[in-house]
């Protein structure tokens, strides 16, 4: 059996090797189509692979609820409590940075590799509630914040990003369809179950390809501060959660670990788009991806060992 450790390293040569792709091969424009292709194809793949056949109950339906509860909370606290003294702009930037997290694009092929497949479908349902803050409370902040007060995004803009969104769409009707008991024809499955498989590396990939550094100087105690936020919140809740739900093994390691995720890509995007400090966010994000990639390992030897599977990147058992 492949241990929590070694299937670690394996993740961190992938990762390397993402890094020396993008510096020395493909350059950013290669890496930003390579994001599109897990945003739009291979993950969505792997949503649709994961949730074939599982029946939606009372358990799963919690997972986004605890999500948006919890995005709501660090996003109300950023914007209004914490950071009262800060420039408006600055608050907004804290209260979409702090709420969210990368699952997409960070935690399905380190969660599947230490807890095995069956820890996906609540990966998945968490993701949904997170999925709902990014594409919708994340967008209002992000727009009230970037302009006078009063201003905000009209319900025409924020419609519109969410019908962009290719995985929040399967999301939410792969979560009706389950609701309903129904479920995708079966070549659907079958062509989704080949194309998921190429999620873990290629995600692997993009970490090592967005591994960067080259920010303005000075700007670290605001990182801290804003990192240390995010995770005396995040554990606090989390191992909450991991104590006292009544449920499964598996399902209370996912919620434990979650909490310790990096917020997504796309904080950047809203950085660029609404003239937020990008240099800082994209900053913040890749100290939070190394931080959170070591935090994963700990809480998996921690709290894993008993669930870690012989799953070598790429292969879905």
């Known amino acids: 059996m492949t241990s929590v450790n070694e299937q670690f390293l394996v993740n961190s040569a992938?990762?390397?090797?993402?890094?020396?792709?993008?510096?020395?091969?493909?350059?950013?424009?290669g890496s930003t189509v390579l994001v599109k292709v897990v945003l739009n194809v291979t993950l969505p793949a792997l949503i649709v692979s994961t949730f074939a056949g599982v029946q939606v109950e009372s358990s799963l339906v919690i997972l986004p609820i605890i999500a948006?509860?919890?995005?709501?909370?660090?996003a109300g606290l950023g914007a209004f409590v914490l950071f009262n003294s800060w420039p408006r702009k600055r608050r907004g930037q804290a209260a979409f940075i702090l709420p969210t997290f990368n699952i997409g694009l960070f935690a399905y092929p380190l969660v599947e590799s230490a807890l095995g497949r069956k820890a996906l479908k609540y990966l998945g349902m968490f993701d949904v509630g997170v999925a709902v803050m990014i594409f919708v409370v994340l967008l209002i902040v992000a727009s009230y914040f970037s302009g006078e007060e009063g201003d905000g995004p009209g319900a025409r803009h924020i419609i519109r990003a969410m019908t962009r969104s290719v995985p929040l769409i399967v999301y939410l009707l792969t979560v009706v369809l389950a609701v309903l008991g129904l479920g995708y024809p079966a070549p659907v499955v079958s062509v989704a179950n080949v194309l998921a498989r190429a999620n873990m590396p290629l995600v692997l990939l993009v970490l090592g390809m967005f591994l960067r550094f080259d920010?303005?100087?000075?700007?670290?105690?605001?990182?801290?501060?804003?990192?240390?936020?995010?995770y005396a919140a995040g554990i606090a809740i989390g191992t909450a959660l991991y104590m006292f739900l009544p449920y499964d093994q598996t399902f209370r390691t996912v919620l434990l670990v979650v909490f310790l995720l990096p917020p997504p890509l796309i904080v950047l995007?809203?950085?660029?788009?609404?003239?937020?400090?990008?240099?800082?966010?994209?900053?913040?994000?890749?100290?939070?991806?190394?931080?959170?990639?070591?935090?994963?390992?700990?809480?998996?030897n921690i709290v894993g060992p008993s669930h870690a599977v012989s799953v070598l990147p790429g292969v879905i058992p």
């Open 14 to 29: 992938i990762i390397g090797i993402g890094w020396l792709v993008r510096r020395y091969f493909i350059g950013d424009a």
């Open 215 to 230: 920010a303005a100087k000075g700007r670290w105690g605001e990182v801290a501060r804003l990192l240390g936020i995010r």
């Open 269 to 300: 995007a809203y950085s660029v788009e609404y003239k937020y400090d990008a240099p800082f966010v994209g900053l913040f994000l890749n100290v939070a991806n190394v931080v959170a990639y070591f935090a994963l390992w700990v809480a998996f």
């Open 68 to 74: 948006l509860a919890y995005g709501l909370l660090m």
